[in-house]
């Protein structure tokens, strides 16, 4: 009886062992699927919101570890030598909105492409990079653009004339 309890037992971990190997080798962390993006399944759900840094967005699936969250951002072609930065800068948007989300800052999150798979560190320099990228996009969403004509009657005839900076008379 003995026997066949250790057998079982190894065959148990042998299993697992199995289930593991076959998860890392799908680029996925081991651990439970907790998010999957609807969009690609077909489903509805909420994209992830940040008040504070006013950004919104879904990622791929968010497992969930021991140690935390991972957001995983899937993409079909084949992995590059190394990610691409605007690859990651979207994944460390992603970590953002986890960690506003869930209350969890991860450490890392995933970029998955069709071959191969990269773990990126959330690291506190990466954070800054995003930070300086979304006060970049805010700035340019502030600023004017440039006049494109050289009419001081178009102007005159404007509605934004009164407020308008670049205004000819
Ligand atoms: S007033 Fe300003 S917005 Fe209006 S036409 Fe002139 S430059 Fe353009």
């Given at each position: 009886m003995i026997y066949l309890i250790s057998l079982l037992l190894v065959i148990g971990l042998v299993l697992l062992w199995l289930g593991g190997r076959r998860q890392l080798a799908s680029g996925l962390?081991?651990?439970?699927?907790?998010?999957?993006d609807t969009e690609r399944l077909g489903r509805l759900k909420q994209p992830l919101y940040d008040p504070v840094h006013d950004l919104a967005g879904q990622p791929d699936y968010i497992v969930e570890k021991p140690d935390g969250l991972v957001p995983v951002e899937v993409k079909s072609g084949r992995a590059p030598l190394s990610p691409y930065r605007s690859h990651v800068l979207q994944l460390a948007a992603y970590c953002m909105l986890v960690h506003a989300s869930y209350g969890e800052r991860p450490t890392y999150g995933i970029l998955k492409y069709a071959d191969r798979a990269f773990a990126m560190d959330y690291s506190s320099s990466l954070e800054n990079e995003l930070l300086d990228l979304l006060a970049e996009i805010r700035r340019a969403e502030r600023r004017t653009p440039d006049r494109s004509h050289h009419s001081a009657n178009r102007c005159r005839a404007c509605g934004y004339l009164q407020v308008c900076d670049q205004a000819l008379d």
């Open positions: 962390p081991l651990g439970r699927v907790v998010y999957i």
